[in-house]
């Protein structure tokens, strides 16, 4: 079986990430906004990743 | 605050006119295409997603399971932030095939019509709960508008509505190949609009009117700890990873998002841009839900806290704001359920309808489609709405969304098998969808139908143990029973051929495609008459010429991979029209698939190619050095300036390179897969004999093309033959000889020539020598007699030996022609040569009748030797003497350019027979009467001028009319000194 090398590198990225930024979230007190944060920060990296990206692999 | 129902009709109805008007005008191109295909148009489509549940049943979800609520738009946005991994396979798929829906995807993948249908059905079954959420959430929010209003009534006017609303658009389905919805694509994205508007309004509402500003909230926050509490604490316990997988699998497995994400894409690109663009919109709608629980909280409003986005808003003293807000929820619960119910409907109808049904090709007309669509969208909005009333409003939004999504996690092991495991069959899906329906019944539907408690056995031992939530674990159940029966049944039983080769098609791992197929037909022209008996002639004959017009295909091509590609292309047009179970019945019964025989398994190395091409940017490390060693020797035959081609073992082309190309004239890209007798004559012959024939090398081969002989060199040998007996693929090496085999025949005619004259020299000498000795014994006759007889038979004596001294100085002369110097040339005036040479033959005995025109310039200079060119003109104005009558015109003239310079000798005698005139400049080749010449003559100014780097040639007759004249053309490089007039 074949899995793609980005999945697995973002699999094992999430898997030791997400205790991290759960622990930071939820340690916000009246930051409420915390997991808002780590939203936007996504969709900016996101939008900063597909404006280089070859549009051609479409 | 209480509104009429003539307000809230107005409001509803306005809101649902615009949406049919945006719909209608983007179908009638009243909206520019530019426009409505803006790939922002696209990404605001997919905010569908965002039904009652994200403008209601967060703020309750929220309530009840704090910062869980935050799944619901996270997972999805999960799955779009890595599209390019979770959904470009699926688009690309969708788009190739034209799968239009998941069970389209099932049916393709798994090669079943049951397959396909069984998606259909529990699909349908469990997106009712769904539909029923959207119907309840308006019901229950016009009510809290107008508390004189009973909800059922409510429900079921809205349920009409949306009827009628969705029979439109269901009616503006073209029903032919096209499954595209553009207005409705439209009126789907200004809804996502108005739901964004509607919560940051809302949001904002809350934040600078039921709080006085972002610091009022957090002071309020400060001095309430327990609502930010409440947020924050079931994260420690609550299901949050489970929901984030299960809403991260609704990109794909609920069919509004299938619909709007795959089947109503019209450009795969815009997937990028959407990849953080519908993130961005789930954010916007995620960032008002904690204000406005908050705002609700704070305002203490009653009833339940899934409608604080409407109520906290009746708390005001505006009237608008609480029908901005009531528009909000009707926008999300109206455009959900209008996308579903299409794509539902469209579903069953291809994958439950038409097969149970099996309406003969001529009742396929577009009004059945239609009135069928209309029907089954009709029976599953009152599906929904009676499970609606049978609810009686004990659950809420979040929970009737729970069972709806729990119920299309079903499809996730057959989607992973889907893409990842080859083995999966129909039998393991179809099992599988069964017992996870099955279990999802008895834990889910019919609890939430029956108002009983979803407590098996199992779900309160498992929750136990785990100490988990027993809804949790009911999820849990269904999904384990799901996955395990359809790998256990997968492996326990046999997968068809025709699924591996579906699943190589829809493996991520593309280096797994071992094509290892072919078809029964061998030619395209067998595609019509195969399909007939099952669609007709007519239809038949449309669909293959119209799939080899989209492939660009002849319409007699042979080629294994082309063919392959024709037969995918006519099942998914007819896919597109038909559904693709039909369409898949009807290929699978014309033109099957057969596993290749072992012989023919080495000849789709183009089809290989192209793949490795395709894929070639993904590859890295090793694979990528691989595939650069396979270009570099791909490239080296390629270019290899010997013409080379490889056949595999039943004669199909496998490689054919550049020299091939331009030897034969035939491209490779016509021949490659083509068998070697499709090929047009002579070649066809030509290398069918040699490729068949014992021998492995013909040095000597020659084929006439278009009137000229080619002589070729042709190798053959066995690719990677281990024994004699063995057939095996064979590359051929063609080598043009006919530039080379025309050099060695000018060689040997050269070298004849130089031992002609070697003779002649030989000959001259010999003979010279004793004619001396005769001219001295007749002259001393002469001096020696007196007698009158004696003394003319020596003058007869004397004139012979004259005449062999002649020949033999011509012999002598034309023995040395070869062996002038080229340091001696210098600029010869051509006129003074000729009139030299005129001077010269009028001392002979004819020379004086003869009407001689010097017409060359004065001025005319060539580089060359003097008495060489002198002697040039002496033969040719001889021999035009010689042809000529007495008292005719020999004329001399040239032309030319600044690098050569052409000098005709021009008579009006008796033409050259045509039969001599390749001859003329042989040796001893004479049109003379025998004694008359000795046919050297020509053949010393030929020798001389090509010694000169000129060139002669012969017109005769010049007077076609006559048959008389005779024109010498010599050209020879100009002189710098030239000077033409």
């Given at each position: 079986m074949y899995i793609d090398r980005l999945l697995i590198l973002l699999i094992a990225g999430a898997y030791l990430i997400t205790p991290i930024v759960t622990h930071w979230w939820t340690e916000g007190g009246t930051s409420w906004y915390r997991p808002y944060l780590i939203w936007a920060g996504l969709i900016v990296t996101s939008f900063w990743i597909t404006r280089s990206r070859d549009i051609d692999e479409f | 605050m209480n509104f009429s129902v003539a307000e809230l009709s107005l409001v509803g109805a306005t809101y649902l006119l615009t949406l049919f008007l945006i719909a209608y005008a983007t179908e009638k191109g009243i909206i520019p295409h530019r426009i409505s295909r803006h790939p922002s148009i696209y990404i605001l489509s997919l905010g569908v997603y965002c039904s009652a549940w994200a403008v209601y049943g967060s703020v309750g979800f929220a309530y009840e399971n704090g910062y869980n609520f935050l799944s619901y738009y996270l997972g999805i946005a999960g799955a779009f932030l890595i599209a390019p991994i979770t959904l470009a396979p699926f688009l690309r798929l969708a788009h190739t095939y034209k799968l239009n829906s998941l069970p389209d995807l099932f049916a393709f993948r798994y090669r079943s019509k049951l397959a396909g249908a069984s998606a259909a059905f529990f699909l349908t079954l469990g997106l009712i709960p769904l539909l029923a959420l959207q119907i309840q959430a308006v019901a229950q929010s016009v009510s809290l508008l107008n508390n004189s209003l009973n909800e059922n009534t409510i429900a079921l006017a809205f349920c009409i509505l949306i009827m009628l609303f969705t029979s439109m658009y269901g009616g503006h389905s073209k029903g032919g190949r096209s499954k595209k919805h553009e207005g409705l694509v439209a009126a789907i994205a200004f809804e996502t609009i108005v739901k964004v508007i509607v919560m940051l309004i809302v949001g904002a509402y809350a934040v600078f009117s039921v709080f006085d500003g972002p610091q009022d909230l957090q002071n309020w926050l400060d001095s309430n700890p327990a609502a930010l509490e409440m947020l924050y604490e079931p994260l420690d316990n609550?299901?949050?990873?489970?929901?984030?997988?299960?809403?991260?699998?609704?990109?794909?497995?609920?069919?509004?998002?299938?619909?709007?994400?795959?089947?109503?894409?019209?450009?795969?690109?815009?997937?990028?841009?959407?990849?953080?663009?519908?993130?961005?919109?789930?954010?916007?709608?995620?960032?008002?839900?904690?204000?406005?629980?908050?705002?609700?909280?704070?305002?203490?409003?009653?009833?339940?806290?899934?409608?604080?986005?409407?109520?906290?808003?009746?708390?005001?003293?505006?009237?608008?704001?609480?029908?901005?807000?009531?528009?909000?929820?009707?926008?999300?619960?109206s455009g959900i359920i209008i996308v579903v119910t299409l794509a539902l409907s469209e579903m069953c109808l291809n994958h439950l309808a038409i097969p149970m049904y099996k309406p003969s090709m001529g009742r396929f007309s577009i009004g059945w489609v239609k009135f069928s669509k209309r029907l089954l969208m009709a029976a599953i909005i009152l599906a929904s709405f009676g499970f609606y009333v049978a609810l009686e409003n004990r659950l809420d939004l979040s929970q009737l969304g729970t069972i709806s999504y729990t119920a299309t996690l079903n499809f996730v092991p057959g989607i992973l098998g889907l893409l990842f495991w080859n083995k999966a069959n129909r039998q393991g899906v179809i099992s599988g969808l069964a017992v996870g329906f099955v279990l999802w019944l008895i834990h889910f539907f019919w609890p939430a139908a029956t108002h009983t408690q979803a407590s098996t056995t199992l779900a309160i031992t498992l929750a136990d143990i785990f100490d988990e939530d027993i809804v949790y674990m009911g999820g849990f159940i269904v999904i384990a029973g799901n996955a395990i029966t359809f790998i256990v049944v997968s492996l326990l039983t046999r997968t068809s051929e025709e699924e591996q080769r579906a699943a190589e098609i829809c493996a991520?791992?593309?280096?797994?495609?071992?094509?290892?197929?072919?078809?029964?037909?061998?030619?395209?022209?067998?595609?019509?008459?195969?399909?007939?008996?099952?669609?007709?002639?007519?239809?038949?004959?449309?669909?293959?010429?119209?799939?080899?017009?989209?492939?660009?295909?002849?319409?007699?091509?042979?080629?294994?991979?082309?063919?392959?590609?024709?037969?995918?292309?006519?099942?998914?047009?007819?896919?597109?029209?038909?559904?693709?179970?039909?369409?898949?019945?009807?290929?699978?019964?014309?033109?099957?698939?057969?596993?290749?025989?072992?012989?023919?398994?080495?000849?789709?190395?183009?089809?290989?190619?192209?793949?490795?091409?395709?894929?070639?940017?993904?590859?890295?490390?090793?694979?990528?050095?691989?595939?650069s060693l396979r270009r570099f020797h791909r490239q080296t035959l390629e270019d290899l300036p010997i013409g080379m081609f490889s056949i595999s073992e039943d004669e199909k082309i496998q490689a054919w390179n550049k020299a091939m190309e331009a030897l034969t004239g035939h491209s490779s890209?016509?021949?490659?897969?083509?068998?070697?007798?499709?090929?047009?004559?002579?070649?066809?012959?030509?290398?069918?004999?040699?490729?068949?024939?014992?021998?492995?090398?013909?040095?000597?081969?020659?084929?006439?093309?278009?009137?000229?002989?080619?002589?070729?060199?042709?190798?053959?040998?066995?690719?990677?033959?281990?024994?004699?007996?063995?057939?095996?693929?064979?590359?051929?090496?063609?080598?043009?000889?006919?530039?080379?085999?025309?050099?060695?025949?000018?060689?040997?005619?050269?070298?004849?020539?130089?031992?002609?004259?070697?003779?002649?020299?030989?000959?001259?000498?010999?003979?010279?020598?004793?004619?001396?000795?005769?001219?001295?014994?007749?002259?001393?006759?002469?001096?020696?007699?007196?007698?009158?007889?004696?003394?003319?038979?020596?003058?007869?004596?004397?004139?012979?030996?004259?005449?062999?001294?002649?020949?033999?100085?011509?012999?002598?002369?034309?023995?040395?022609?070869?062996?002038?110097?080229?340091?001696?040339?210098?600029?010869?005036?051509?006129?003074?040569?000729?009139?030299?040479?005129?001077?010269?033959?009028?001392?002979g005995a004819s020379g004086k009748s003869y009407d001689y025109h010097n017409d060359l310039p004065d001025n005319l200079q060539?580089?060359?030797?003097?008495?060489?060119?002198?002697?040039?003109?002496?033969?040719?104005?001889?021999?035009?003497?010689?042809?000529?009558?007495?008292?005719?015109?020999?004329?001399?003239?040239?032309?030319?350019?600044?690098?050569?310079?052409?000098?005709?000798?021009?008579?009006?005698?008796?033409?050259?027979?045509?039969?001599?005139?390749?001859?003329?400049?042989?040796?001893?080749v004479t049109t003379k009467d025998p004694g008359e010449g000795t046919g050297l003559g020509l053949s010393l100014v030929y020798s001389i001028i090509e010694d000169h780097y000129g060139h002669i040639s012969v017109t005769s007759p010049v007077n076609p009319e006559t048959g008389k004249g005779n024109r010498f053309s010599i050209t020879l490089p100009a002189s710098e000194q030239l000077n033409l007039p």
């Open positions: - | 609550g299901p949050w990873r489970s929901l984030i997988l299960t809403f991260f699998a609704a990109a794909i497995v609920m069919p509004h998002m299938y619909q709007m994400t795959f089947t109503e894409s019209t450009n795969p690109r815009s997937l990028l841009p959407a990849s953080w663009g519908f993130p961005l919109i789930l954010f916007l709608i995620a960032l008002c839900i904690p204000p406005i629980l908050w705002a609700g909280i704070k305002l203490q409003t009653p009833g339940p806290p899934e409608y604080y986005t409407l109520a906290i808003t009746l708390a005001g003293d505006s009237r608008l704001t609480p029908l901005i807000a009531f528009v909000g929820g009707l926008s999300a619960s991520l791992d593309t280096r797994q495609q071992s094509s290892q197929w072919e078809l029964s037909v061998s030619s395209a022209s067998d595609f019509t008459p195969c399909l007939t008996p099952q669609i007709g002639a007519l239809m038949a004959q449309r669909e293959v010429e119209q799939a080899l017009s989209e492939l660009k295909l002849d319409p007699d091509e042979q080629r294994a991979y082309a063919l392959i590609r024709l037969r995918d292309r006519v099942e998914t047009n007819l896919s597109s029209f038909l559904g693709p179970s039909i369409a898949q019945d009807i290929m699978d019964q014309t033109i099957p698939y057969k596993q290749k025989s072992e012989s023919g398994k080495s000849e789709d190395i183009h089809r290989m190619e192209s793949r490795m091409e395709a894929y070639r940017h993904k590859l890295s490390g090793l694979a990528a050095e691989l595939d890209e016509q021949l490659i897969g083509m068998r070697i007798n499709s090929m047009k004559q002579p070649w066809k012959t030509f290398l069918i004999d040699f490729i068949r024939g014992e021998s492995d090398y013909s040095p000597q081969a020659t084929i006439n093309i278009d009137e000229k002989t080619l002589e070729l060199s042709l190798h053959k040998a066995a690719i990677g033959k281990q024994n004699a007996a063995e057939t095996s693929s064979q590359v051929i090496v063609v080598e043009d000889l006919t530039e080379l085999r025309l050099l060695e025949s000018e060689l040997t005619h050269s070298e004849r020539l130089a031992s002609i004259g070697r003779l002649a020299a030989g000959v001259a000498h010999e003979v010279g020598n004793p004619v001396t000795g005769i001219a001295c014994l007749a002259q001393n006759i002469q001096y020696d007699t007196e007698n009158k007889d004696l003394l003319d038979t020596a003058d007869q004596i004397l004139e012979q030996t004259n005449r062999i001294t002649r020949i033999v100085q011509s012999l002598v002369n034309f023995s040395h022609s070869g062996e002038v110097s080229h340091a001696e040339h210098c600029p010869v005036n051509m006129h003074e040569c000729v009139t030299e040479a005129i001077d010269l033959l009028r001392l060539v580089m060359g030797d003097a008495q060489r060119l002198l002697q040039v003109f002496v033969n040719l104005l001889g021999n035009a003497q010689d042809a000529s009558s007495h008292a005719s015109k020999i004329n001399i003239y040239s032309e030319g350019d600044s690098h050569s310079v052409i000098i005709h000798v021009e008579d009006e005698g008796e033409g050259i027979p045509d039969a001599l005139q390749d001859q003329i400049f042989e040796p001893f």
